[in-house]
């Protein structure tokens, strides 16, 4: 199969067929949508496709999988501290946290909460990059040489994560708002005596929520994830296209180098961007029935920056920075590789 990977990989190609371009596709898949173009610009589950899919392609394939996962193990402690300090007043800053973490919970207690978004990533990612790819498709309708030739408006980037961000929240929001409930239990398993977490883990804490909230309490926080999702996808992808066309201006296919810095800073932009939200929405996920303290993510905001002041926006930016810089490298370099190996 020839490796007609396009300029920028998130670029999809026309002589693929997209589940949402109508008449003018023809053959269109789920296998298509969830994540395996063969050609040129594919949306992919991160890096974690399945795994059985990715062994049968060989160790290259395999080791993209593998990379992506550990990116989100290794990342995961630093993600516990971010929702500590953006959800609770007892911290005085980064090392504060990590040190009463270590000490009440042990190492354990920086990976509450991993299961579910280690279960969820490559479906929430397929949706993402599956909608940003056949969007893009849509608005570009080009061939896939004359795409070569000429990239996709940043405009149209933007648009298309948009998209797949907005999309791809209903997927994650339940996700999003078990794990942040797990990451709060300050609890510690280990010690003896001490009072048992409200949640035993993430199965347990879903059906709770269920009893408790009805299923809608799933959602809790979902529109402030929209809000916060929606434009900063955009963001991602448009930083990442940018960078990539800087360093490799012909069309050629971005050095592994450039794909790590790209996606790094890509990551790093958006969750600039996303930080102020990103705050509110972990307040809100926190709000259970029994103290319903905010009445809507105004309130929200008004509340928290009345009385912990505007930085309350910023908490947790410096070590998600940490963490975005590495988890969307790989993730991105994962993509190439899936593309640059897949057939
Ligand atoms: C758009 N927003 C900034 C919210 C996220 C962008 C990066 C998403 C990536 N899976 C990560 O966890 O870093």
Redesign the pocket.
Known sequence: MAKAISHCPLVPTPSQPSAWCGGGCKGASWRNFFGVWQEGGAPFSSARVPLSSARRKGPHSASSYHTGALGLVLGHPFDTVKVRLQTQTTYRGIIDCMVKTYRHESLLGFFKGMSFPIASIAVVNSILFGVYSNTLLALTATSHQERRAQPPSYRHVFIAGCTG?FVQVYCLAPFDLIKVRLQNQTESRARPGSPPPRYRGPVHCAASICQEEGPRGLFRGAWALTL??TP??GI?FVTYEWLCRQSAPDGQNPSSATVLVAGGFA?IT??AV?TPLDVIKSRMQMAGPKHRVYRGVLDCMARSARQEGLGVFFRGLTINSAR?FP??AV?FLSYEHLLRWWG
């Open positions: 961000g916060r999702d900063t996808l991602y990551g958006s969750w996303a975005a988890v969307n993730t």
